[in-house]
Each structure stands twice: as C-alpha cells, then as structure tokens.
Nanobody, 127 residues
C-alpha cells in the first residue's frame, strides 16, 4: 500500500508560480513514475505531466514550457512547479503513483496507468 499526500495548493494570483508537492509513504520503491492530473469543476480529470523512473518527463501541451516536474527520491517527494499560472488552472490537483514506472510516456496520460492516487490539493487562480 502506498499513500500519497499533496500539499502546496491555495489561492494564487494569475501569473503566479506555486509549487505543489506529493510525498509518498508506505511500501514505496526507488523505481516509480509519478503523474500529476487536475480536475476543474464539472470537467474530466486532465493529465498535466509525469516523471518516470529515469526522471524523464512528459507534459500536456497546455502546460509545456510553464510547468516542471522534479523529484527527490531521498524524500519520496515529487514536485510540480507551476509558472505563469492562468485562471483556467483553477482545479484540484492530484498526484498518482505507478510501480515500477517503466510504461511508455504515452500510457501515462491515462489515469488507469496508475496504482495509487492522492486526495488532491485545491489550487484557485484569481484573475
């Protein structure tokens, strides 16, 4: 069992640069992939980006160049740095974990590729 806890959400002004964290605990491994998704009210859960076991990253086109995912294996924590955040970025942000993190990047766009999910952290962007 793996538990994921997101943090770092809150109210942010448009153009702001918040950083979200996702810390894993429980039966964790050094090899994993961690994805980030977001869900706005009334909308489907949307892929944001993923970092795999090699620390390779892949992003949705809507955030490419503005968001960066990184990880600290010693802390079992993955970060989502969001820059130039737009009002349409208002959503609940979720992290999701897959072991051993060796799927193709294209597969990680799908929520079904992940074994565990966090509870989410709300990010509200004011214009």
């Amino acid at each position: 069992q793996v538990e994921l806890v997101e943090s770092g959400g809150g109210l942010v002004q448009a153009g702001g640069s918040p950083r979200l964290s996702c810390t894993a605990s429980g039966r964790t491994f050094s090899r994993y992939a961690m994805g980030w998704f977001r869900q706005a009210p009334g909308k489907e859960r949307e892929f944001v980006g993923v970092i795999d076991w090699r620390s390779m990253t892949y992003y949705a086109e809507s955030v490419k160049g503005r968001f960066t995912i990184s990880k600290d294996n010693a802390k079992n924590t993955v970060y989502l740095q969001m820059n130039s955040l737009k009002p349409e970025g208002t959503a609940t942000y979720y992290c999701a974990w897959d072991y051993p993190g060796t799927r193709s990047m294209g597969a990680y766009v799908m929520p079904s590729s992940y074994d565990y999910w966090g509870q989410g952290t709300q990010v509200t962007v004011s214009s």
